[in-house]
């Protein structure tokens, strides 16, 4: 009896222990429902131009909610000329678009030049959040994207890709702070990408490609991490 009893203490140790030792891997809600497509038009009488990128829902508010994408997608025109001024900001149109296809008006509600990122506001827009993670990737750790490539998206198509992290890197070789740095990604992407999560295996926002190597596009750049949780941490926290 005491010799069956051992075992059946053991076998339930081993159970919790077992279970302790597994990740938890009860993902958020379907991050396909928080993603979006950007629309973005700008003329200012001079220079004109339109196009489309990606994005993500990282808060929602009543009424609304609060959108994650490139800067180089919600200021067309003078992103990496010149700092905006509100003149400029009026020349651009945004709008997003669910996948349930329902568009929305948006507007620019804050952005960061530095490491290309940008917040827009959109009202009306209710749908799941992309929660951020509460830490950053590990070196190749597995990651998924959701993007509309080349304006790929819709009701019925929404592109997925899946990767790995491959580490950080610098802008330039010369300017080594913390600040330039860009995290990398071996995630394929093309033009509309711009603006798009990365997720780890728990559905939580780790990255956002806004670029890729000009001669490998299977390769993608991104904010870092912590730059992003920086970034939303200074504009949301007050919300």
Avoid at 91 to 113: M, P, R, T, W
């Amino acid at each position: 009896m005491k010799k069956l009893f051992h075992k059946i203490a053991f076998f339930l140790i081993a159970i919790a222990l077992a279970f302790f030792a597994t990740p938890c891997k009860i993902a958020q809600a379907n991050p396909k429902n928080s993603f979006v497509q950007v629309f973005f038009e700008y003329s200012n009488g001079i220079f004109s131009g339109a196009g489309t990128g990606s994005g993500s829902i990282v808060k929602s508010v009543k009424g609304g909610g609060y959108v994650l994408t490139a800067a180089h997608v919600c200021l067309p025109g003078v992103f990496r000329f010149k700092e905006p001024v509100p003149l400029d900001l009026m020349n651009i149109q945004l709008s997003v678009l669910d996948n349930d296809n329902k568009f929305y008006e948006a507007e620019i509600y804050g952005f960061e030049i530095r490491n290309d990122l940008c917040l827009l506001y959109v009202k009306d827009i209710d749908k799941p959040t992309l929660k951020i993670a509460r830490k950053g990737p590990r070196n190749h750790e597995n990651v998924a994207n959701i993007a509309a490539p080349l304006g790929m998206f819709g009701e019925a198509l929404m592109p997925y890709f899946e990767g790995h992290y491959l580490g950080t890197t610098y802008m330039n070789w010369f300017d080594l702070m913390e600040s330039r740095k860009m995290a990398v990604y071996s995630v394929p992407a093309a033009g509309g990408s711009s603006g798009s999560p990365v997720l780890n295996q728990y559905n939580r926002l780790i990255g956002m490609i806004h670029s890729v190597y000009p001669d490998m596009h299977h390769l993608s750049l991104s904010p870092t991490w912590k730059q992003i949780d920086l970034f939303l941490k200074r504009q949301l926290d007050d919300l």
